[in-house]
C-alpha cells in the first residue's frame, strides 16, 4: 500500500501535468503561457482536493479536446486522431543533402487484398473529393487528390510498379481517363519494330520504335496484337503539304510492252521525290492499274498483287484487276494492294500480242 509520502508525490506529478498542459494549449491558441497557479498546498486537505482536480481536470481536457502532437525533427507523429485547420500541413526535408530521400512514405501491411471488391479503396493513402461543393463558384472539384509539379521534366503525379499497373483511373459512369488543357498525351515506344514480342492484355495499346501503333483484339479466339493502319495522302517529307500523285511505271517509256504470263515486280516504298514520295514503312498504296494497247489492245486482264503472293494455275491468276477487250484503247481502273517486301507484282493476260501498261499511285497505307 501506497505510503502518504508517495501519494503526495503522485499528487504532485499531476498537478505539474495539467499544468504543462494547460501550458502548451495557451502556447497552440496564442494566448502565451498562462499565468502559474497559486501557491501549493498547504494541507493534506488542499492537496488531496487540488490532486482530485488534476485527476478530473486531465480526463477531462482529454475527453473533451485533443492535445495536437507537436512533433520535432526525428519524432514520431502521432495517428488515429483527425486534425483539422485552416492551413495545409507541410511536411519537407530539412536540407538539400536530403533531397534523395522520400519527403512522405506511407506503407500498408497485412492487408488481404483478395478480400476487397474491385473498385474501393484499399491502398494506404484514401482521398474523398467533397460530394457537395461548398461555393461551386470558388471550388473546381470535388477532387480525390491535386497534384502540382513545376517544369517541364516534373511529374505531378507518378505511378510506378515492378511488374503491375502503375496509375489506374476507374470511373462507374463516367471519364476513367482525361488529359485535360492540351489534351497531349505522351506514349514512348517499345523496341523493337514490329508486332510487340509480349503477351497482350484485353484492349491494349503500345507504340513500337517507328511510331506505329499496335492494339489488341480477339483473333482466332486468342488475344493478339493488331496493328493499326491508316490511308494518308499528305506528304510524307513535308508538313501539311498534300501527297502528289506519282506515276511508278509506263512501259512506253522504255521497259516495254508485256506478253501473255508476264510478271513484273516493281519496288514501291521508298520511291518518289518531294511531294511524291512514298515511305520506306508503307504497307500499302492506292492507286489506278491502265492497259495500254500497242498500238491495239487485245482482250485480258492485268492482276496487281503484293509480290509472291501471286497463285497462276492454268495460265490465269484468281483475280483481276482491270479487263479490257479487244481493240480498245486504254482501259484503266482503282486497286488498293498491299506491299511485301514494299513491292507490288502485276500479272498481264493477253489474249494475243502484247500490253503496255501504267501504275499511278495517289494515297498510301501507313
Same mark, same amino acid.
Given at each position: 500500500?501506497?505510503?502518504?509520502?508517495?501519494?503526495e508525490?503522485?499528487?504532485?506529478r499531476?498537478?505539474?501535468?495539467?499544468?504543462?498542459?494547460?501550458?502548451?494549449?495557451?502556447?497552440?491558441?496564442g494566448?502565451?503561457?498562462?499565468?502559474?497557479s497559486p501557491?501549493?498546498?498547504?494541507?493534506?486537505?488542499?492537496?488531496?482536493?487540488?490532486?482530485g482536480?488534476?485527476?478530473?481536470?486531465?480526463?477531462?481536457?482529454?475527453?473533451?479536446?485533443?492535445?495536437?502532437a507537436?512533433?520535432t525533427?526525428?519524432?514520431?507523429v502521432?495517428?488515429?486522431?483527425?486534425?483539422?485547420?485552416?492551413?495545409?500541413?507541410?511536411?519537407?526535408v530539412?536540407s538539400?543533402?536530403?533531397?534523395?530521400?522520400?519527403?512522405l512514405?506511407?506503407?500498408?501491411?497485412?492487408?488481404?487484398?483478395?478480400?476487397v471488391?474491385?473498385?474501393?479503396?484499399?491502398?494506404?493513402?484514401?482521398?474523398y473529393?467533397?460530394t457537395?461543393?461548398?461555393n461551386p463558384?470558388?471550388?473546381?472539384?470535388?477532387?480525390g487528390?491535386?497534384?502540382w509539379?513545376?517544369g517541364s521534366t516534373?511529374?505531378?503525379?507518378?505511378?510506378?510498379?515492378?511488374s503491375?499497373?502503375g496509375?489506374?483511373?476507374?470511373?462507374a459512369s463516367?471519364?476513367?481517363l482525361y488529359?485535360?488543357?492540351?489534351?497531349?498525351?505522351?506514349q514512348?515506344?517499345?523496341?523493337?519494330?514490329g =508486332?510487340?514480342?509480349? $503477351?497482350a492484355? +484485353?484492349?491494349e495499346q503500345?507504340?513500337?520504335? *517507328? &511510331?506505329? /501503333?499496335?492494339?489488341s483484339?480477339?483473333?482466332?479466339?486468342l488475344?493478339?496484337?493488331?496493328?493499326?493502319?491508316?490511308?494518308?495522302?499528305?506528304?510524307?517529307?513535308?508538313?501539311n503539304h498534300i501527297?502528289?500523285?506519282?506515276?511508278?511505271?509506263d512501259?512506253?517509256?522504255?521497259?516495254?510492252?508485256?506478253?501473255?504470263?508476264?510478271?513484273?515486280?516493281?519496288?514501291?516504298?521508298g520511291q518518289?521525290?518531294?511531294?511524291s514520295?512514298?515511305?520506306?514503312?508503307?504497307i500499302?498504296v492506292v492507286g489506278?492499274?491502265?492497259a495500254?494497247g500497242?498500238?491495239?489492245?487485245?482482250g485480258?486482264?492485268?492482276?496487281?498483287?503484293?509480290?509472291g503472293?501471286?497463285?497462276i494455275?492454268?495460265?490465269?491468276?484468281?483475280?483481276?484487276?482491270?479487263?479490257?477487250? =479487244?481493240g480498245a484503247? $486504254?482501259?484503266? +481502273?482503282?486497286?488498293?494492294?498491299?506491299?511485301s *517486301? &514494299?513491292? /507490288?507484282?502485276?500479272?498481264?493476260?493477253?489474249?494475243?500480242?502484247?500490253?503496255?501498261?501504267?501504275i499511278?499511285i495517289?494515297?498510301?497505307?501507313?
Amino acid at each position: 500500500m501506497a505510503t502518504k509520502a508517495e501519494l503526495e508525490a503522485q499528487v504532485g506529478r499531476l498537478t505539474a501535468l495539467v499544468e504543462e498542459m494547460r501550458g502548451r494549449m495557451a502556447r497552440i491558441e496564442g494566448r502565451g503561457q498562462e499565468p502559474a497557479s497559486p501557491a501549493g498546498p498547504t494541507s493534506r486537505r488542499d492537496l488531496l482536493r487540488l490532486g482530485g482536480a488534476a485527476l478530473v481536470g486531465a480526463a477531462g481536457t482529454v475527453a473533451l479536446r485533443a492535445i495536437p502532437a507537436a512533433a520535432t525533427d526525428g519524432d514520431t507523429v502521432h495517428v488515429g486522431q483527425t486534425t483539422t485547420g485552416e492551413h495545409p500541413t507541410v511536411i519537407k526535408v530539412d536540407s538539400s543533402a536530403d533531397a534523395a530521400i522520400p519527403t512522405l512514405a506511407v506503407e500498408s501491411f497485412g492487408v488481404d487484398q483478395t478480400a476487397v471488391p474491385a473498385g474501393t479503396f484499399s491502398g494506404p493513402i484514401q482521398a474523398y473529393g467533397l460530394t457537395t461543393l461548398p461555393n461551386p463558384t470558388v471550388y473546381a472539384g470535388p477532387d480525390g487528390v491535386d497534384a502540382w509539379a513545376g517544369g517541364s521534366t516534373a511529374f505531378a503525379v507518378y505511378g510506378l510498379t515492378d511488374s503491375g499497373v502503375g496509375v489506374v483511373g476507374e470511373s462507374a459512369s463516367g471519364i476513367g481517363l482525361y488529359a485535360r488543357a492540351s489534351g497531349r498525351i505522351l506514349q514512348e515506344p517499345r523496341n523493337p519494330t514490329g =508486332t510487340p514480342d509480349f $503477351a497482350a492484355n +484485353n484492349f491494349e495499346q503500345i507504340r513500337d520504335a *517507328g &511510331g506505329v /501503333l499496335w492494339i489488341s483484339g480477339l483473333l482466332a479466339g486468342l488475344q493478339q496484337w493488331r496493328r493499326i493502319n491508316t490511308l494518308r495522302v499528305d506528304s510524307a517529307v513535308a508538313r501539311n503539304h498534300i501527297f502528289v500523285p506519282l506515276r511508278r511505271i509506263d512501259t512506253r517509256n522504255g521497259s516495254g510492252a508485256k506478253s501473255n504470263g508476264n510478271i513484273t515486280t516493281y519496288s514501291i516504298a521508298g520511291q518518289g521525290t518531294g511531294d511524291s514520295t512514298i515511305p520506306t514503312d508503307a504497307i500499302a498504296v492506292v492507286g489506278n492499274v491502265t492497259a495500254v494497247g500497242n498500238p491495239t489492245l487485245p482482250g485480258g486482264y492485268l492482276t496487281v498483287a503484293p509480290s509472291g503472293s501471286l497463285v497462276i494455275t492454268n495460265g490465269d491468276t484468281a483475280t483481276s484487276t482491270a479487263n479490257y477487250i =479487244t481493240g480498245a484503247g $486504254a482501259t484503266a +481502273n482503282a486497286f488498293v494492294v498491299g506491299l511485301s *517486301g &514494299g513491292s /507490288l507484282d502485276l500479272f498481264t493476260r493477253a489474249s494475243s500480242g502484247t500490253v503496255h501498261h501504267i501504275i499511278d499511285i495517289t494515297g498510301y497505307i501507313q
